[in-house]
């Protein structure tokens, strides 16, 4: 599996070249947002906010009421929590073209519960006019910028950096409102969203092996949610369904999917794994998905629960399916 | 210049008219805004800003939708403070809940019909009690106070970006001062030095809970102004000509701040009995009422 590095760094000062209507703000965290290629090259659409975020979001409401696009970049807990308000009252209310793209979701940084963005998807989710947008690789973080650009409101993307897998083909990009479909089964179906799908990827491949018949599918577009989509993967799972996220399982991709089976009066039991209602703390990422259950063990966990029998799978088996020579080179992330 | 400021005075007095007689009606209303903020208004719309005609209709819009919601354009209540034009100037009023006095001033202006206020709060109207975007005159989202200085330095910094010759003015309430934004908001422009936002403050000393001094000591506001790099002008709010005067300083290299001490009774000294709550004045007897009804006999002269 390749895996790139500052993938939206690069691909952000190529796409921007044709779009200079995008400008994009800074709250003096320039290099830990991957703009700072953007910075150097068209200095004159960069502007810097300092460690005020409210203002800036404000700000960029005007600027977009101007005709500019306005790309905030922060991490994301630093724009829903700081500046809820603002985003409401001084963007999404009018509708207007400002792009949030916020930085270490869940329990992607060591840097503790100040700076993991748990409940993200929670808060911009239930903001009228918001689009809600979460890339799980490389090729989604290359892709997803004519999406978010074509979206005549605001977009909040929950954003990757640093090192990430390809897991997804190259010319088989970012489709918004549209769930891929990973493995094909009847017995129990999976749907993850961000990083867990690769932790996911690595459990089917095993439970494969096992005999299981496992459906896969991997969310990107959390709003709009179209449970259409996704009814026939949801409607033919014998066992069980579930979810998998590096959220709170409050408001994220599990009662996503609990409210398609609600709405829809599919019949079956969804499982959510994610942050149980919980904060976390600062450690490294393996660390913190074992600790929180949100990851390939957990996992083989919850599918050993919804079939009703142990499947005998040990972490070695699991450590198996991973490329190791891919994962010794992604460092955990200083801040 | 003294035609004209016989003007701005007559347009002040028919605000503070045009806002008792609606309070009287209406039996409670936002009245010390009217006092204290009439004069500065009026010197913004007949002589301080370069606006072109209404765009609005006489009589304003029915609530058809928010934005986004797939029911039509959206709406802006900037339309009736003139068209949208590189050299012309724009218009934010921050504090929302002054939409009554400015209602009354788009009525004196001849840029909203009488019969607007009429809609005043009433169900399915864009004339609302606390403007929003849709409602007459004002052109962004200020309700929640605090946001709308940063929203306008988002509008100037693109017009600069651009070129454009048009002042961006700001009408703003000392209690935003007590909201951090604000500060984070000045030190921006100062930074980016957008010259072409010019702020008016009505600095009445009146909030919500009582005065500004007792609720959260907002002075001394104008050496704070400068030391966050912004101009500061201080002028008696009633003062016409100083009023008009501070105006002209704007574009010279810093954000303007027009600090307007203004007196939240002035023209019905009976307020003076509610200090020091005059944020929102409801009667509490018939007898009050009829008070302040007879205010209004021999005001049409004014």
Known sequence: MEILSKVHAKNLVAWADKHPEVVVLSADLTGSTEIDLFRDRYPERFFSFGVAEQNMISFAGGLAREGYV??????????????????????????????????????????????????????????????????????????????VIDDPGPVYVRMLRGEIPRLFSA????????????????????????????????????????????????????????GQELLPSLEKARYGIITMENHSIIGGLGSEISEVVAESGVSAKVSRLGLKDTFAHGGGRSYLSRFYEIDALALVGAVEKVIGKTLEITEADLQGARIEAVHSLAKEEAL | MVEEKEKIKKHAQGIRRRVLEHVVRNNGGYLSQACSAAEILSALYVRVMRLGPSQGNLDP?????????????????????????PDLDRFFLSPAHYALVLYTALIEFGRMGEQGLDRFNQDGSTV?????????????????????????????????????????????????????????????LSHYALDNVGVYVDVNGQQCDGTTRSVMNIEPLASRIEAFGGRAITVDGHDIDALVEAGSAIGQGKPLFVLCYTDPCRGFPLLEKRTPKLHYLRFTSQEEKDEYKSLLIGTEEL
């Not at chain 1, 630093?78 to 603002?86: G, T």
């Open chain 2, 128 to 188: 609302e009690m606390i403007g929003a975007e849709h409602s007459p005159g004002f052109e962004l989202m200020g309700g929640c106070l605090a946001q709308t200085l940063s929203q306008a330095g988002g509008i100037a910094l693109a017009r600069k970006i651009r070129g454009e010759t048009g002042r961006n003015w700001v009408f703003l309430s000392d209690g935003e001062f007590q909201e951090g934004q604000t500060w984070e908001a000045i030190q921006t």
């Open chain 2, 61 to 85: 819009p029915d609530f058809s939708g928010v934005p986004g919601s797939g029911k039509g354009e959206r709406v802006s209540g900037g339309s009736y403070n003139g068209p949208i034009q």
């Open chain 1, 171 to 226: 010319d088989d990009p970012f489709v918004l409102g549209k769930p891929r479909v990973l493995s094909e089964g009847d017995d129990v179906t999976i749907v993850t969203s961000g990083i867990c799908t690769e932790e996911a990827m690595r459990v089917t491949s095993v439970l494969k092996e096992r005999g299981l018949s496992v459906e896969h599918l991997h969310v990107s577009t959390h709003k709009p949610f179209d």
């Open chain 1, 70 to 147: 306005p790309f905030i970049h922060t991490f994301s807990v630093f724009i829903y929590r700081q500046a809820l308000s603002q985003i409401v009252n001084s963007v999404a209310y009018s509708n207007l073209p400002v792009k949030f793209f916020g930085f270490l979701p869940g329990i992607t940084t060591p840097g503790g519960a100040t700076h993991q963005a748990i409940e993200d998807l929670a808060v911009m989710r239930a903001i009228p006019n918001m689009t809600v947008l979460e890339p799980g690789d490389a090729t989604e973080v290359e892709t997803i910028l004519d999406s």
